[in-house]
């Protein structure tokens, strides 16, 4: 029994050896791992609170920032860069809206002026003269600020203007032709101020003529106009008797209704009855007013420019030597005074003091009768 017991307790004592050098291992081995695992966790808080490694974090952070900071700054200013230009549209809307309303008001003035100019050639009797414009008033600028509109409706003006002047023009240039024609046709040669030169008709190159260009050329179509109307006042062709104006007896030679042989009539008669008006055939300055032998009451106008016209046979006259008439003014009633085989008006037509045929003249003033 002894000797085993021994042999058990020794066997008891070799495990317990076995068991304790594997603990001593184990224990070391942990040891090893958690010395490595400091020896990392240190080494890792090293290089994180390293300067060098600190300084590199930092400048990656920085680096980041400032990318965003730059793309924000671009945003910004790519903002504002928008908004400028917008205002800058603005600006040049708001200008070109003062711009357009300005050109608006100019256009209505020369509207105005071209009424004006029609009306006054109305009055001067150019019959041919457009009828004045109706409403040229200039549209209202459009509240959403459409300049394209607003400026559309200008150059519509501005056309109209345009077409205005020169039919206005055209009219006062051929109603001056036209009394130049006539009064040329019965030796009458008006003094008119100078005229250019002739040549064909070539349209402009280019923009042509401004309006104020050719609203001096109406002027000056005008101012032509009007002299020419002025020589034909002067001129005797108006007919010098109330109604209808039949002649009797013409101008020339002819059988003599006293003597019954040929003679020379320096006048023609218009058939009248005693009393009917007489009347003056132009403007002038009377220069006989009274008994002339076989012409009975006579009045003689003197007309300017070496014209004069007799008015003889009256049996009343109505002005004095000395007056100054105008073309259709009574000056006397018709009769039978003097040489005369019954009441009629003896009318005649003298340059410088020389008998012409007054045939002439009076178809001259019938075709002009527009103008008188």
Known sequence: MQAGDQSITLGRQQV????????????????????????????????????????LMRDDNSALLAAYEQRITELRLEVDRLHSRQYAQMGDMNLQMHELVQQQEVLSEQHEYVRALTEMAREMGIAQAPAATADVTA???????????????????????????VSLSDAATL??????????????????????????????????????????????????????RHALLKAPVQTPISGTGTVTSNFGNRTDPFLKR???HAGIDFRASTGTPVLAAASGTVKFAGGNGGYGNMVEIDH????????????QIAVAI?????????????????????????????RSGSAIDPTRFIAAGRALAAYL
Request: charged share 15%; net charge negative; hydrophobic share 45%.
């Open 262 to 264: 040929a003679a020379f």
């Open 16 to 55: 317990r050896v076995r068991s304790g050098r594997r603990i001593g291992a184990y224990i070391l081995y942990m040891g090893i791992v958690t010395v490595l695992l400091v020896s990392n966790a240190l080494t890792a808080l090293a290089l994180y609170f390293a300067p060098e490694v600190s300084a």
């Open 304 to 315: 300017g420019n070496g014209y004069a016209t007799r008015y003889a046979h009256l049996s």
């Open 139 to 165: 549209p209202t600028p459009p509240l959403s600020g459409d300049t394209a509109a607003l400026a559309e409706s200008l150059i519509a003006m501005q056309e109209d203007t345009r077409m205005a002047l």
């Open 322 to 350: 000395g007056q100054t008439v105008t073309g259709g003014q009574r000056i006397g009633l018709a009769g039978s005074t003097g040489r005369s085989t019954g009441p009629h008006l003896h009318f005649e037509v003298r």
């Open 175 to 228: 109603s001056a032709n036209d009394i130049l024609t006539r009064l040329r046709s019965v030796g009458i040669e008006p003094e008119l101020a100078a005229e250019g030169v002739g040549g064909p008709f070539i349209p402009a190159q280019g923009e042509g003529l401004s309006i104020i260009d050719e609203a001096n050329a109406v002027a000056d179509a005008l101012a032509r106009y009007q002299s020419a």
